[in-house]
């Protein structure tokens, strides 16, 4: 068939140009193969949008609403992060919390040569400022602010994710110092997030005035190719050791009788959980094992497919493309349709898990790398325009090689008919070649240091699979992992209280109060909580003492109970000497403060173990509760005592046994 003057699209103006009418933006093509660009008054924003996207390169050559949603997703994580920090950690490891940190870091100061030597094994800021409790705040502030100018105001500046991840950093070195609280496998994979999402943004963007966000926007070029197949790699390897623990380690994966379990054992329960748990075992529960398992272990692979992030445009732009049956292009557009499955069934598939349970910031963590899937034509036209991926950079390629223009749907005729300076170009070509000589470098790097990682996702040398491991200070790559071994049973920590009373012959008795978690299970009549992504630490850290044997957990995990009931005991603390008061249930605390206040100190604790098992399903639970009945979420039966009652020696200040 013959193609007519009218099929061709360069023919639509009188100078052979790609211009449309009642458009605002049309190309018209110049002499010299250069692009320029004219305005008119009449413009229809959808129909103006249609024929973009028929003119300039496909959306699914381009990433800019990825770059946007991961960059912005990540902000929340940063900043809930922070906010978890600025109210619980002065609890746990201020000077006054649970398990302070200050002397530790002064003692690392101390034994350090230099504060650079220090800093390459111990990553933290705190090395050239003093560690303590006002500088942990001002650090836990800085990092709310900047993640808030990163969510709202759009801020894409290597410089202020920088500055995210090291402050991000200076709280995980802290927490890890003596403590158990930040021994968790989500601190690495959002330092590692981090750390990759400095390179996806724009390395010559400072940072832009609030006020010209959209102008800031429509100078985005590209992501890196290179960054975005890094960001896969990390969501390859967060699935595929998550699929191959579950296989190496706990027996009930390979029988598929895991689920049966754990949405019952599961650290935090939400009220969705009591659904998941009472669904038939078979074919449910049975087989969810096997839809758990196909996605980690048998389709993680699909991320890694090689994608292009082509801008050519020929000279038949769409028309051309759709006539294009060579082998590369089919080979091309078969990967890309098999990264985006990837992306979607790895994202979903987190979604139905953060549906189950409360799980900190993993599943939403997790979720981030797999953006990196999804090219700007998987997502609706209203984030593609909230992005800037409609209004991206046009690059034109002719005879001699390719020559770039910036062009936005907002461009004047005056600004888009100026011909780009020769000392312009120059420096444009000369940034490119950086940018490029930098991805490649952290390509290298990236390679080089997943290595071991691979090794132990292999098993190679004999070596046993690690779960949640890093090889190196920095944390640039490591390995991940959840629930290897999945809990039959709930047992429960219970932490009671007495004050001295005697009851009517005049013999000591005691009164035993229970106090309350923010979400763990305790009262058996309290609804459980949606919490996640927010991580509340003591909740998490009591769970570990459930697995038996109890007593190892409690002494060499989760010592900091000792701590918890010393301070709860102890009648010499002040007001302001609590702090970890705001670890506890918001009405346990106020009336411990009451107490206290009052001059009211409990004289007895004890810790108990008890059998939690979910009384009913949510659908069974849910009537009585819309006619205002009391119901009972959990059932339980006592199983031991962990800590006996015990009083703190006033001579000693440590806890003894109770007469």
């Not at 027996?251 to 598929?256: M, P």
Request: glycine share 6%; proline share 5%; aromatic share 14%.
């Amino acid at each position: 068939m013959t193609k007519t003057e009218d099929d061709d699209p360069r023919s639509r103006s009188n100078n052979g140009g790609l211009e449309k009418k009642g458009s605002k933006a049309a190309i018209v093509a110049s002499s010299d193969n250069k692009a320029k660009y004219s305005t008119s008054a009449g413009y229809d924003k959808d129909n103006d949008d249609d024929s973009i996207l028929e003119r300039y390169p496909p959306l699914s050559s381009s990433y800019h609403v990825s770059r946007w949603a991961i960059l912005r997703l990540l902000g929340c994580m940063y900043f809930i992060a922070f906010l978890g920090a600025y109210f619980q950690n002065p609890g746990l490891m201020g000077s006054k919390g649970l398990q302070p940190t200050d002397a530790v870091f002064d003692s690392l100061k101390h034994d350090s040569k230099s504060s650079w030597e220090g800093f390459q094994e111990y990553p933290s800021i705190f090395w050239w400022i003093d560690h303590n409790d006002a500088n942990m705040e001002r650090v836990y502030l800085a990092g709310m602010t900047i993640s808030a100018l990163v969510v709202m105001f759009e801020q894409d500046s290597m410089l202020l994710q920088f500055l995210l991840w090291i402050l991000y950093f200076s709280v995980v070195t802290t927490g890890q110092l003596g403590t158990s609280f930040y021994s968790y496998g989500w601190e690495s994979q959002l330092l590692e997030t981090g750390f990759l999402a400095i390179f996806l943004c724009d390395p010559w963007t400072a940072i832009s005035p609030i006020t010209s966000k959209n102008e800031a926007k429509s100078k985005r070029t590209q992501p890196s190719m290179i960054v975005l197949w890094l960001f896969r790699w990390l969501c390859f390897r967060i699935s595929i050791g998550a699929g191959l623990i579950k296989i190496r380690g706990d027996s009930c994966w390979t029988q598929k009788t895991c689920l049966y379990y754990h949405f019952e054992t599961q650290p935090i329960p939400s009220p969705l959980s009591f659904i998941f748990h009472f669904l038939p075992r078979y074919p449910y529960l049975h087989h969810a094992v096997d839809l758990d398992l196909f996605v980690q272990v048998y389709t993680s692979w699909m991320v890694l497919c090689p994608t292009l992030c082509d801008h050519r445009v020929n000279k038949d732009s769409a028309q051309g493309r759709k006539n294009d049956s060579s082998i590369y292009t089919m080979l091309s557009r078969l990967s890309l349709y098999v990264v985006r499955i990837g992306g979607f069934v790895q994202g979903g598939f987190m979604v139905n898990i953060l549906l189950s349970g409360n799980f900190a910031s993993l599943n939403h963590l997790t979720i981030i790398p797999s953006l990196a899937c999804l090219d700007d034509a998987c997502w609706s036209r209203f984030l593609q325009r909230r992005s800037g991926a409609l209004e991206a950079t046009v690059i034109t390629m002719d005879g001699q090689g390719v020559s770039s223009i910036a062009k936005t749907l907002n461009t004047t005729v005056e600004e888009s008919s100026k011909e780009p300076s020769k000392s312009r170009s120059e420096q444009s070509w000369f940034h490119g070649v950086l940018d490029q000589g930098a991805y490649i470098v952290l390509l290298l790097l990236i390679g080089y240091l997943s290595m071991p990682v691979v090794a132990n996702l292999l098993q190679l040398g004999g070596q046993h699979q690690q779960m949640n491991a890093s090889f190196g200070s920095f944390r640039l790559v490591n390995t991940y992992g959840a629930f290897g071994s999945v809990g039959k049973t709930r047992y429960e920590p219970i932490v009671s209280i007495a004050y001295s009373s005697t009851n009517s012959t005049g013999q000591q008795e005691y009164g035993w109060i229970e106090l309350e978690f923010p979400c763990k299970p305790g009262n058996l009549a309290r609804r459980p909580c949606f919490c996640a992504p927010y991580h509340y630490r003591l909740d998490w850290n009591i769970w570990f003492i459930g697995f038996k044997p109890h007593d190892r957990m409690l002494y060499q995990r989760e010592s900091w109970l000792f701590s918890l009931i010393s301070k709860l005991l102890d009648y010499d603390l002040g007001k302001d000497d609590r702090p970890w008061l705001d670890l506890l249930d918001s009405s346990t605390a106020y009336w411990l403060r009451s107490n206290y206040s009052q001059s009211n100190v409990p004289v007895y604790a004890k810790v108990d173990i008890y059998h939690y098992k979910m009384s009913q399903s949510l659908w069974q639970l849910v009537p009585a509760l819309l006619v205002g009945e009391d119901v009972f979420w959990w059932n339980r039966t006592f199983e031991q005592s962990l800590i006996p009652p015990v009083i703190l020696d006033p001579q000693s200040n440590r806890l003894a046994r109770a007469a």
